[in-house]
Each structure stands twice: as C-alpha cells, then as structure tokens.
C-alpha cells in the first residue's frame, strides 16, 4: 500500500456520515478500521468521537479537551454509531458529550470542551535536549523480524513511528525505565483542516503511550500471556499542529498497581512548541515470572 493508500483509509475512518435520524441527539455512522485480530483500535474510536462533536460546534470553536472512558472492546469488523449531546453552548466554551456504539451497545463514553480563539497567560514545559531527530531512527530492523502478520499491520499502519529507544515489539531490552519518547507522523499529507489534524492527534496519542508502563518491568508486546487494554484517555490540544509533519511523544509512567498502569504524554512540534498533553490509564495483566 502506498502513502495515498495509507492516507485514504485514514480518511475513510474520519470521514463522519451524517444521520437523518434525531432523538434529542446528533447521530453520525462511520466505518472501522481493519486490524488483524478483529480488535478495534482505540485511537481510531478516539478520532471519530472528536470529529462527532467537532461537527456540532462552530467553526469558531476548537477543542481544547477531552475525558472519556472504554466500555467495551471495539469490533474493527463492524461499523460505528456516534451520538452527540449538546450539553452547553456558552459565549466562549461549548460542550458536548459522545458516545460511540456497535451493535446498540457503547463501547466508549466521551466529554470535550470546544473554546472560541482567546488571548492570555502562556507559557510550556520545554522540549528534551538530547533526543536524535526522526531522520536518524528507524523502527525497520526490529520490524522486519516480526511475524509476517504483525508486521503487515505496522506496514499497513496510517501512522509512521520511530522509537528513540529500541522498540519493545519482540523483546524489552535490558534498561528497565518508565519512559520512553517517538516520532510520529503521518504517513502522507492531510488536507489543512485543522479539525482532521486534531482528530488525528488524538488517533496518534493511543499509539505507543502504554509501553512507558511495560519498559519499567522489563516486558514486551511479545511477553506470553501478557494483556493490556485502555481503561480511560484525556487529552488537551495546547497549540495547532500539522500531524504530516514529524512530532515527538514523550512519554512516561507515574505509577503502576492493582492491575493497573498510568501513562502521561507530551507531544512536541519539532521547532520544540507543545502542542499536547495526554494521560491514560490502562488494565494489564502479566504472568508472574518463573522461579
């Protein structure tokens, strides 16, 4: 598949089919992505709820935040409903509440806050020092030794990534730390509407953010047994940003326990601006090593 190819099917996802149907909610349908176990991609639910309530919100108004929570797992084999609540429209903020459904059933829950252009108090973490730029990485080698399915879903990926550290797909390496940064980018232009690159941003924000909570105990996407969903995802959009272009996430996480782990981002333009901030908090589930 080529960059267009690549581009296309992002596009497709977001690309939001507005229902005549009413109750006291806008309604939207949209189609899934296609991923190798069936499993829908949480990223790309993300993406599609903040496109939902983008569609309801003046072209004056751009998010700024979002809290919502995963129900239940996603089917990438079936399509997706969307319903949009209008919670409050004020002089500056608007709200709006989202909720993505297959087959009847939520499988995720959503609030984000739309604000008009404003004016004020500004300043930003600054962006590592010391970190290669994306041109100096690449990801390929420890691809190409995946299983063939595997890889198949990096290759057909949307999304192009680049670990700064190596990658934990197979193996977790010998540095047990609870961080980890990446370049990421689209793998082709997207039309400039600043809309499709917010939502984009947060399809990126799902991807990569988990493993600062594997890297801190030595585990890898490989690890037998090993099981990890999203339980809940915030995010803030601090400043525009194209996401064709490269981006670093910083990532890291705070805690892990009870069978849980917590994993916060920042996502820096390459000039250094930061243009978002992200949490989430996931369910994972590792078999007790060998004595």
């Known amino acids: 598949m080529g960059e267009s190819g690549h581009i296309d099917g992002l596009l497709a996802v977001l690309d939001l089919v507005s229902s005549d149907a009413r109750t006291t909610e806008d309604i939207f349908t949209g189609v899934s992505q296609t991923m190798p176990l069936g499993r829908g991609f949480g990223g790309q639910v ?3 709820t903040v496109i939902a309530a983008e569609r309801t919100v003046g ?4 998010a700024h935040s979002m809290h919502g929570y995963f129900l239940r797992p996603g089917d990438s084999t079936r399509g997706m409903t969307f319903s949009v609540d209008r919670i409050h429209d004020g002089r500056s903020f608007s709200t709006r509440r989202t909720q993505a459904f297959q087959e009847g059933v939520p499988i995720f829950s959503m ?4 604000e008009t252009d404003a004016t004020g108090l500004e300043h930003q973490d600054t962006m590592p020092d010391g970190i290669p730029g994306p041109d100096d990485l690449s990801d390929d080698a420890v691809l190409a030794g995946l299983h ?4 198949r879903h990096f290759d057909q990926s949307p999304i192009e990534v680049r670990h700064v550290e190596h990658p934990i797909y197979a193996t977790a390496g010998e540095h047990r730390v609870a961080r980890q940064s990446v370049w990421v980018r ?5 039309p400039d509407d600043p809309r499709l690159h917010r939502a984009a941003l947060a399809y990126m924000s799902d991807l990569t953010i988990q ?3 594997l890297r801190a105990h030595g585990r ?3 690890t037998p047994g ?3 969903a999203s339980l809940d995802h915030a995010m803030w959009w601090h400043r525009p940003a194209r996401v064709d272009e490269w981006l670093l996430y910083v990532q890291q996480s705070p805690s892990a326990q009870g069978g849980r782990g917590l994993a916060t981002g920042r996502i820096f333009s390459r000039e250094g601006e930061l243009v978002a901030s992200v949490a989430q908090e996931i369910m994972v589930r590792v078999p007790a090593d060998p004595e």
């Not at 072209?59 to 751009?62: G, I, K, L, Q, V």
């Not at 063939?148 to 890889?151: A, F, Q």
């Not at 689209?186 to 997207?190: A, Q």
């Open 46 to 48: 993300l993406a599609q």
């Open 59 to 62: 072209d004056d108004r751009a």
């Open 111 to 114: 609030i984000a806050s739309f």
């Open 148 to 151: 063939p399915m595997s890889k």
């Open 186 to 190: 689209t793998r082709g232009d997207l």
């Open 211 to 213: 493993e600062s909570v």
């Open 220 to 222: 890898s996407w490989a």
């Open 226 to 228: 090993l099981k990890v």
